[in-house]
């Protein structure tokens, strides 16, 4: 287990790669580590409460998104012999407005449309698209290039991967920092260092 | 909006062919027989066709036009649908059409590439793509993409044919039948209505709604038809075959692959294909919506016309209740307990410019029309009076506001064309549904609608005449 010190220490700030666009307006909570090229927009929510979140590159987290990494429901926060779980998060992911992700492992190319909600038992893999307002919340893992859409999450499978949102990330790269200040970023590589 | 009112708790008693309920909102008045209408009882006549997304018009003339110029089949494929626009074969929703840039070489120089656009129809709610049945891209952004070909169209085709020639046939000697021996009724076969009368095979209803109420004329068309069409059309029957196609082999035992599995709607709006995998399920045309224009069957006039032009809501004809009769509205209701006497607050909202006078009768002992009342009800006997209803009157703050002298244990507010007033009920019946109750409401009507004599009177250009309706309330539960 590890002893009340480190744990303190890990929680202080978020490990923000040189390269990520990230406003000062979100709020991100604990051990975060964002990758380059990634973009979080104000009003973002990122909190690792139960445990580390690693989010990779080329990101596009949008207002009012809401990451957590929370203690499953029956668990008091502050139980012995809890295990804080890693929330991975890969590349090239689009978090719309709004949404609400507790998945604990997303792979890549995800798209999670706006007010979607994935719970914690939840695994994405790649190319997945969840559609507006949809709630998964089934232990399952997500096959790949499938689509969820519709009120009864209805699911079929697409044939290639959503585009990597390359044009979106330049444009927002270049113009959130006219309008907003951002966080500073940490120069160094983007994993977290422990011990 | 419509949940925060609950008009449906209001019902108006219509007297039709069939008595019908229901509330202000859904009902026409018929200014010229000075009755409440509904959707039954009267007649809809279809005005114009357009497409939902592109909202492009295509008149019914321009539509039977198309019709005559191509052939049968393909006529009813691609009348009544849209010639722009494609529904997603797997959700419904309208495709789009996306570009991407791909590299192809130069016509001249087969080594150098340039980028050329490629378009493809997407859908934004499944994200389907053509590219997803094996579609390719095109090079146009519109017109491109065609619906794939019936094996059996031809077949079709003959059948059709043959059958309309039949029923042409069919009517014809009905047609004579009836003039033979009905000469001197000869209206009342020919009225509007046997327009509605079901026809076999869709075909007299674009001959005869171009002539109606004109018998020697309709007769005279369908005989020029039939000297058009000499030719008699002879098809072959089908054939019953004795040897079916087997089921392959591993149908019981190769395991199904869900997403490929197309849903019984998907299949079913594709009538003549039925695809079962989803690769094959192809985006086809979309079909086309109608304006539509209601009609009073018994003075034929016109209640309700829309305009032309698909981009525009308004009317051309609008005589709905709402703003010929006078509403009821439930205000508030207190705690309605069994064979107590409670007092329920309903407003009344006059909607035209005249002051109006409305009396509100209990339903008698043994009334035919009150059948589902459970309470028992006492309104107000004296008469209400209702203001009339001033555009202007939110912004004149320096009107007197006119003088009534109101009854205070009758009405409890008044506000320029609206009162609220009290009624006494008493729920006779302990049981679990909603207490109801009902009254008849009699005020005076204005018809505006009526030819203005050259008056030898000097005033009073129209005469009020009155109107009775019967109107049910649904109180809610009692609660003990």
Sequence with gaps: ?195 | MASLLQPDRVLYLVHGEKKIRSPLSTLYFCRYCSELRSLECVSHEVDSHYCPSCLENMPSAEAKLKKNRKRICNQLNENFRCANCFDCPCCMHTLSTRATNIPAPLPDDPSKTTMKKAYYLACGFCRWTSRDVGMADKSVASGGWQEPDNPHTQRINKLIEYYQQLAQREKLERDRKKLARRRPYMPLAFSQHTIHVVEKYGLGTRLQRQRPGAPITSLAGLSLKEGEDQKEINIEPAQALDEVEPLPEDCYTRPINLPEVTSLRQRLLQPDFQPAGASQLHPKHKHLLIKRSLRCRKCEHNLSKPEFNPTSIKFKIQLVAVSYIPEVRIMSIPNLRFQKECQVLLTLTNPVENITHVTLVGCEEGDPEDINSTAKVMVPTKELVLAGKDAAADYDELAEPQDFQDDPDVVAFRKSNKIGFFIKVVPQREEDGDVTVSFKIRHDFRNLAAPIRPSEEGDAPTEAIWLTHHVELSLGPIIA
């Design chain 1, 1 to 195: 287990m590890a002893d009340p010190n480190t744990k303190q220490m890990s929680q202080k700030s978020a490990n923000i790669a040189a390269g990520a666009v990230v406003c000062v307006e979100s709020e991100i909570r604990g051990d975060v580590t964002i990758g380059p090229r990634t973009v979080v927009h104000p009003k973002a929510r990122i909190i690792a409460e139960a445990g580390p979140i690693i989010i990779g590159e080329g990101n596009l987290i949008e207002e009012q998104a809401l990451i957590i990494n929370s203690y499953p429901e029956n668990i008091m926060p502050d139980t012995e012999g809890v295990e804080p779980k890693t929330m991975t998060i890969g590349i090239n992911n689009v978090f719309e407005v709004g949404c609400v992700s507790q998945a604990l492992k997303i792979g890549d190319n995800n798209v999670i449309e706006s007010k979607a909600d994935l719970g914690k038992n939840v695994i994405l893999t790649s190319g997945c698209i969840v559609g507006a307002c949809c709630q998964v919340n089934t232990c399952e893992v997500i096959p790949e290039n499938t689509v969820i859409y519709g009120s009864n999450c209805m699911r079929r499978v697409q044939t290639e991967r959503p585009q990597p949102q390359t044009l979106q990330l330049d444009f927002l790269m270049k113009i959130l920092p006219n309008y907003h200040h951002m966080k500073k970023t940490v120069k160094g590589t983007s994993t977290p260092v422990r011990n």
